[in-house]
């Protein structure tokens, strides 16, 4: 009975009571536990969006192909709302996905335990503070609102530590933030933890052993940075590791292998360049260029690879995805956006079981 996913067989309301009313059930302990953890957690998602699954037994399996797929955020030239897609690299094979009912253009983008997408901030047609849900294990995912944020932002960092949302900086080029909130979702609500050393706006963000770097970013007009620093949620308090050696805003950061990679960016001018530092002996070095310059792209790992998509060039939309090889050190070039389509962010997630690809 323990393998049983009895909480999603439970989501529907006959199945419930069919299983609540089953003898067999009712008279063993053990199942009992079983028949509990259902309902407490089908009561809980009738009352909140967001319920953070406990067991792997509220977790829907997962049939065929590849496990992990890349939930792709774009922006059309013809149109002000965003849309996503589901791809699979193990295919190639793409299909839409629930889409943003406004623009998210800006916006930081995080996910918790492979299921939860969230879009945070960015500029839409409500508020910079807005943040919105995407549950892709339900049988009919939509885009829910969730708790705004304290601040306004755009052009923000995001992370996901310990199951908790992080909003990085942001702002604009004139007003760039050093303030940095997490979403607590043992409470649902948005709380401020200690700033940053420095302003950032069009920063990185990337998780590494536990800990939130920011790097990179813009502290003002003509002021790109080289400076990195790291969050410790544990003491509080952010603090300075090796500079790059370049200074990048708008830089794509991907973690892989317990390194972090800064990627693109703009410098003085759009770049292609990558570095990659190693916290065991806090040193940054080079590694092979992309193919295009790169401004702004979205940033994923997954299957020993890293997939630097979209992003922009000056005035022009990229609309292409590179694929970083480290034990080989080369870039793949793929096409698969469409024509006058910006690829600008993507997540990995646990491949959604009413998803087709």
Known sequence: MEHVRLPTL?????????IVNEPLLKNNPKCN?????????????????????????????????SQKVIIMFNQSDTSPKCYTECYDPATKLRENAPGLNECRKLAGLGVIRDQFVFAVGGVNES????????????????????VNMLVSRKRLGVGVLDDCIYAVGGGDIDNPLKSVEVF??????????TSM???????????????????????GKNKALRSVEYYDPLIDKWTPVAKMSICRYGAGVG?????????????????KSVEVYRPSDGVWSSVADMEICRFRPGVVALNGLLYVMGGEIETFIVDTV????????????????????????????????????
């Open 10 to 18: 439970a989501s529907k309301p006959d199945i419930l009571f069919n």
């Open 33 to 65: 536990e079983y028949v509990l953890e259902a309902l407490n957690f089908n009561l809980q998602k009738s009352f909140q969006h967001f319920t953070i699954p406990q067991t792997i037994r509220c977790k829907p399996r997962q049939f065929g192909g």
């Open 184 to 193: 607590d979702i043992n409470i649902q609500k948005w709380r401020t933890v």
């Open 197 to 219: 050393s420095t302003e950032r706006c069009d920063l990185g963000v990337g998780v590494l052993n536990n800990l939130l770097y920011a790097v990179g970013g813009s502290a």
């Open 255 to 271: 973690i892989l292998d317990g390194l972090l990679y800064a990627i693109g960016g703009y410098g003085g001018k759009c770049l």
């Open 127 to 146: 508020s910079s503070k807005s943040v919105c849900m995407l549950d892709v294990s339900l049988q009919s995912p939509s885009w829910v609102p969730m």
């Open 322 to 357: 590179e694929i970083y090889n480290p034990n080989t050190n080369t870039w793949t070039l793929e096409r698969l956006s469409r024509n006058g389509v910006q690829i600008y962010g993507g997540v990995v997630v646990d491949r959604p079981p009413y998803f087709i690809t």
